[in-house]
């Protein structure tokens, strides 16, 4: 049983970020000008024993392993920027491969388009994922490095592979089917390849992969998961969406379980308020002892299931931001590290409420609470479409 955590090669910076968004930018520049959006409200965050660290500095990569190490997370999985060829952020992860002394290590291809609303969904695109002919042989080769180097990840002895988006492939089962022959024939063992959930529901099967992994909190912008406790001094401009963090824990923990391959996955937290100021999604309500407690549950789960096969991926080791991070803050501490390996149980309500009890709602919660019935409303209404698709091309 093995835990792994999702970490993000920034903190650095490169011409394009310094092009696009100012001379010297880094996520750090985003978390340093966030603002609260509620009274209570956790921002800006500031890091911990760690500071605002350099990923160019090799020291802060051996402390940052030592960290991880201490507090029961085995390996990290670090994001792969490419794009048909041409490579973002690649000098931490250069560094990481280049030191065996250094934690346990393996790839998310993040290969969605980089566009200025963070997200891979705006028009503005900065850096396309276009899918040239052949680029899985590209792709390879600027894999091959990694996937033989000592300390590089395997499940079943072969080497982990994740695909952050899958489902944006052309053709994801033949994508699949030759990255696993040109593994075979570089000699590597094969491949295992995870598809992150970043779709709700998705089935690693039909395109060919071993097996999806829980990207939380995608999945859970649902009316049930609003939350609906009272908050003060809500911001006038705030329209973003207010979600609990006590509901998103339950949600998975207590998902039924998948006629595949699909390894549980945590959240310290999220909060993308650095990114989206007054429009962020914010999940109130994380605690270490939350976290715990969801940590040691989805661990048993997965021991239950897969023994010492099982893996435990966490969202994330350093997504400053989006509030999703392990590594020390000025507020916390150690404490949601420390919360790793503690772990209690899911409280068995997820109701939240206020210190008084109140269950006034703000316009925030009550614009949450229209965005997830508006969002459940167009799956329903797509799943609609796709049936009469099927029953038409059945009587045809």
């Given at each position: 049983m093995r835990t792994i955590a999702f970490y993000l090669p920034q903190f650095h910076p490169i011409p394009e970020n310094d092009q696009w968004w100012g001379e010297g930018f880094t996520e750090w520049t985003n978390v340093r000008r966030a603002r609260p959006q509620f009274d209570g409200h956790d921002?800006?965050?500031?890091?911990?024993?760690?500071?605002?660290y350099s990923l160019t500095d090799h020291d802060v990569l051996r402390r940052q392993?030592?960290?991880?190490?201490?507090?029961?997370?085995?390996?990290?999985?670090?994001?792969?920027?490419?794009?048909?060829?041409?490579?973002?952020?690649?000098?931490?992860?250069?560094?990481?491969?280049?030191d065996p002394e250094l934690l346990p290590y393996c790839l998310s291809w993040a290969n969605e388009s980089w566009t200025r609303r963070w997200d891979g969904k705006s028009r503005d695109v900065l850096m396309p994922q276009s899918y040239q002919a052949g680029f899985e042989e590209r792709l390879?080769?600027?894999?091959?490095?990694?996937?033989?180097?000592?300390?590089?990840?395997?499940?079943?002895?072969?080497p982990v592979l994740v695909v952050h988006r899958a489902d944006q492939l052309p053709d994801p089962l033949g994508t699949t089917s030759l990255l696993r022959r040109l593994a075979e024939d570089a000699g590597v063992g094969?491949?295992?390849?995870v598809a992150a959930e970043t779709k709700p529901g998705?089935?690693?099967?039909?395109?060919?992969?071993?097996?999806?992994?829980?990207?939380?909190?995608?999945?859970?912008?649902?009316?049930?998961?609003?939350?609906?406790?009272?908050?003060?001094?809500?911001?006038?401009?705030?329209?973003?969406?207010?979600?609990?963090?006590?509901?998103?824990?339950?949600?998975?923990?207590?998902?039924?379980?998948?006629?595949?391959?699909r390894y549980r996955g945590v959240?310290?937290?999220?909060?993308?308020?650095?990114?989206?100021?007054?429009?962020?999604?914010?999940?109130?309500?994380?605690?270490?002892?939350?976290?715990?407690?969801?940590?040691?549950?989805?661990?048993?789960?997965?021991?239950?299931?897969?023994?010492r096969d099982g893996l435990l991926f966490v969202n994330a080791w350093n997504e400053w931001a989006e509030g999703a991070y392990l590594e020390p803050d000025t507020r916390r501490g150690l404490a949601y590290l420390e919360a790793m390996t503690a772990g209690s149980s899911v409280p068995s309500s997820a109701r939240s409420r206020s210190a008084s009890g109140r269950r006034t709602w703000t316009r925030p919660q009550l614009y949450s609470v229209m965005l997830a019935a508006l969002g459940s409303a167009l799956k329903s209404a797509r799943s609609v479409v796709r049936h009469v698709e099927r029953l038409r091309r059945g009587s045809a």
């Open positions: 921002q800006p965050r500031e890091p911990g024993e760690l500071g605002h392993s030592d960290l991880a190490r201490a507090h029961g997370v085995d390996a990290f999985c670090l994001y792969f920027y490419w794009f048909d060829g041409r490579r973002l952020l690649e000098r931490p992860v250069e560094a990481w491969r280049s390879f080769a600027d894999l091959l490095p990694h996937l033989r180097a000592p300390h590089y990840l395997r499940q079943h002895g072969a094969g491949l295992h390849l998705l089935d690693p099967r039909p395109m060919g992969f071993d097996a999806v992994v829980e990207f939380p909190p995608v999945g859970s912008n649902t009316i049930r998961n609003v939350h609906t406790a009272a908050l003060d001094g809500v911001a006038r401009d705030f329209r973003g969406r207010l979600m609990s963090y006590e509901k998103l824990a339950r949600t998975f923990a207590t998902r039924s379980g998948a006629p595949f391959v959240t310290p937290g999220w909060d993308n308020t650095p990114r989206r100021q007054e429009r962020a999604t914010i999940y109130v309500g994380s605690t270490p002892e939350l976290f715990g407690a969801w940590a040691s549950r989805a661990r048993k789960a997965e021991e239950a299931q897969r023994g």
